[in-house]
């Protein structure tokens, strides 16, 4: 009996496949999103090293629990002043890196 070789793929191909590709539509709002994933679980982890509640870090921002627990889950519908103030209240220091073509400038 012939054995069957298995094609292994990478993570690249696979989101290629399943997403789209580099610069389409579907691409961009899945790495959109991705990042918005990302950004709400630093701000719970920077949340949690500080030993804060969400009710909390409400109080220390201005808004009531429920907009923390939002930001935390995925943080695509805050506005840049809002994540600003989470992370000022956090004591945490933010970094914001532009890349125009080939050249990244860094905004801090």
Known sequence: MATKELK???LAEM???YIGKV???ERDEYEYELRMDVLGKMIKAARQERN???EELGRLVGVQKAQ???LESSANSATIDTILKVFKALKAEINFNVKIEDNFIKLA
């Open 8 to 10: 292994t793929y990478s």
């Open 15 to 17: 989101k290629d496949k």
């Open 23 to 25: 610069g389409t539509q």
């Open 52 to 54: 804060l509640t969400q």
């Open 68 to 70: 923390i627990s939002k």
